[in-house]
């Protein structure tokens, strides 16, 4: 098992807002759930390929993650390799490279990969194998960013741009984003201070969508005061911050919280449903609809069947039609695009739009219809 930093990037959004995490759950080198295993053998195998120059079905799986060998692992990480290789075009290649980011607080992380191009470029690639939540760019990627300034001696012109990339095969989302050498600059000058807080072990709590991955999440009394302040609209007291030592939540409070949850529940549910009445009669200030996401679905099955058999896909699993997503990777596997063989066979549907944070991703759009039961929650 590699060893880990005490301020980990991987981390960082946690840490960098609430140290006082680092306090109670120091960063401790995770033996891993069963998701995260099947990570590092995608991982793994994806090293060995890129610095062998090989496919993922040319490899031999590395003898440590053997049991995790499948052709669907196989095929996201091709899917990883491809992209690596289309980015890298005549730059250099450093794979699983260790980067220094902040070494006088100890953080530091090994990035995926990191391309440096001769036109004064730096590229930072990482694989994320997992399929629960669609990935975006954030604070580790730009961290492993700064980190790799550190390689500007190996171009051939002073380095202006730093991009950072995710691959996360499984859920077909590629997101990317560029940081003028500048900005990075600025970034450390202005989270300096946070990372210091986090090292020196402040024991300040700050409440927020980080904890979702704090280790201390059910017991944290500085978040359980945030929320249930929140659910008693007792809005007008600060918010919650330790000033002493750490007291967990004790059990008796523990259920107190669980026997709360169908009635804040509820209540959520039905303010979400008044504020998208009112978005659907009406513009509100801080939201804003997009559109809902797009789906495939065959609509002349008997000749898509036809089509596929004439290139030897067998498109039936008893004794239903293939899904989209297994039909795409066979054809794949032919070298055939599906949407192309497919043409005229598919029709894409998408879903009620959502109502999210106007800060959210996606262009704004306006529902087709005004009843509030076409919303759809995010």
Not at 342 to 358: N, T
Request: hydrophobic share 40%; glycine share 8%.
């Amino acid at each position: 098992m590699s060893a880990h930093a005490k301020l980990s990037p991987s981390s960082s959004d946690r840490w960098l807002a609430c140290p006082a995490s680092i306090v109670r759950a120091p960063e401790t080198e995770d033996e891993g759930s069963e998701f995260a295993r099947e990570g590092s053998a995608a991982h793994a195998l994806s090293e060995v390929c890129l610095k062998l120059g090989i496919d993922a079905a040319q490899a031999t799986f590395p003898a440590e993650w053997v049991a995790y060998d499948s052709a669907e692992l196989r095929a996201h990480v091709q899917t990883y390799l491809d992209y690596v290789r289309r980015e890298l075009g005549d730059g250099t290649l450093f794979v699983e490279q260790e980067v220094q980011i902040f070494g006088q607080y100890g953080v530091w992380g090994t990035a995926d990969v990191v391309i440096v191009m001769p036109n004064g470029v730096i590229k930072i690639i990482d694989l994320k194998y997992g399929k629960g939540i669609l990935v975006e760019v954030g604070p580790q990627l730009i961290l492993y960013g700064i980190g790799g300034l550190s390689f500007d001696w190996l171009s051939e012109v002073p380095v202006h741009t730093v991009e950072a990339h995710i691959v996360q095969p499984r859920r077909n989302n590629y997101p990317s984003q560029s940081y003028p050498v500048e900005e990075l600059v600025q970034w450390v000058k202005d989270n300096t201070a946070k990372v210091a807080r986090a090292f020196n072990g402040v024991n300040e709590a700050v409440p927020g969508l980080h904890c979702k991955w704090c280790p201390i999440k059910g017991t944290c009394r500085e978040r359980a005061e945030h929320n249930l302040k929140m659910a008693s609209f007792d809005f007008a007291e600060p918010e919650p911050k330790c000033t002493g030592d750490h007291e967990a939540m004790t059990e008796e409070e523990l259920v107190k919280v669980f026997v709360a949850i169908p009635m804040i529940r509820t209540y959520l549910d039905h303010v979400e449903e008044e504020v998208a009445k009112r978005a659907h009669e009406h513009p509100v200030s801080g939201l804003k609809w997009i559109a809902g996401r797009a789906v495939r679905k065959i609509i002349d099955v008997a000749n898509a069947c036809l089509k596929l058999r004439a290139i030897g896909i067998e498109p039936y699993a008893e004794p239903k039609l293939l899904g989209i997503t297994d039909l795409e990777k066979t054809a794949k596997g032919k070298g055939v695009k599906l949407d192309d063989l497919l043409a005229g066979c598919i029709e894409k549907i998408r879903s009620k739009p959502v109502l999210v944070p106007e800060s959210a991703r996606g262009e704004a759009v306006t529902p087709e219809k005004s009843a509030a039961e076409d919303f759809e929650k995010a």
